[in-house]
T-cell receptor, first 107, second 114 residues
Framework: GIQVEQSPPDLILQEGANSTLRCNFS?????LQWFHQNPWGQLINLFY???GTKQNGRLSATTVATERYSLLYISSSQTTDSGVYFC?????????FGTGTRLLVSP | GAGVSQTPSNKVTEKGKYVELRCDPI?????LYWYRQSLGQGPEFLIY????????DSGLPNDRFFAVRPEGSVSTLKIQRTERGDSAVYLC????????????FGPGTRLTVL
């Protein structure tokens, strides 16, 4: 089946810093989603991005499907950005998740 | 509008008991998914419904797990003879189906088997 790898596994930032999270996947995919799992466990949709670039406020994402990777950019990080960021790719209608990047933003 | 809802939010049961977990998808979403998330891991697929039928149940770990969606809306995940290894957060998601496969998740049910 499809393999999804995320890096780095852990990231500690000072408030205001920028960061880039990476997601590599092993096969062609129909869809890719980025999620933020907040400290209460809720998965929040960030981007639905099978290819190209999208921006939403301080967050942006780029997926290069032909090279099988996606990047999530967080600019001017805030403490509320803390949590786990998951990349998930769609294979045969089911999402396959990576192991996540755990982000801690300190004041 | 309302998102995906799940009940109960927490369930504590004893080994060997039967449990039911409920999922109410976003109104109008024809596709519904169940996932399970263990501590420190990403969610793992269990089963996918398109309408009333289970289109893919390949992620169910064994025959103690069963899910239904009789009217094509609410779904119930049923676990028989629970084991301590079943302890996890059970997540439900829904999508528009053929019109869009972007999945939206509920808050989950945290199941603890003592």
């Amino acid at each position: 089946g499809i393999q999804v790898e995320q890096s780095p596994p852990d990231l500690i930032l000072q408030e205001g810093a920028n960061s880039t999270l990476r997601c590599n996947f092993s096969d062609s995919v129909n869809n890719l989603q980025w999620f933020h799992q907040n400290p209460w466990g809720q998965l929040i949709n960030l981007f639905y991005i099978p290819s190209g670039t999208k921006q939403n406020g301080r967050l942006s994402a780029t997926t290069v499907a032909t090279e099988r990777y996606s990047l999530l950019y967080i600019s001017s990080s805030q403490t509320t950005d803390s949590g786990v960021y998951f990349c998930a790719v769609l294979g045969f209608q089911k999402l396959v998740f990576g192991t996540g990047t755990r982000l801690l933003v300190s004041p | 509008g309302a998102g995906v809802s799940q009940t109960p939010s927490n369930k504590v049961t004893e080994k060997g008991k039967y449990v039911e977990l409920r999922c109410d998808p976003i109104s109008g979403h024809t596709a519904l998914y169940w996932y399970r998330q263990s501590l420190g891991q990403g969610p793992e697929f269990l089963i996918y419904f398109q309408g009333t039928g289970a289109a893919d149940d390949s992620g169910l770990p064994n025959d103690r797990f069963f899910a239904v969606r009789p009217e094509g809306s609410v779904s119930t995940l049923k676990i028989q003879r629970t084991e301590r290894g079943d302890s996890a957060v059970y997540l439900c998601a829904s999508s528009l189906g053929s019109r869009s496969n972007e999945q939206f998740f509920g808050p989950g049910t945290r199941l603890t088997v003592l």
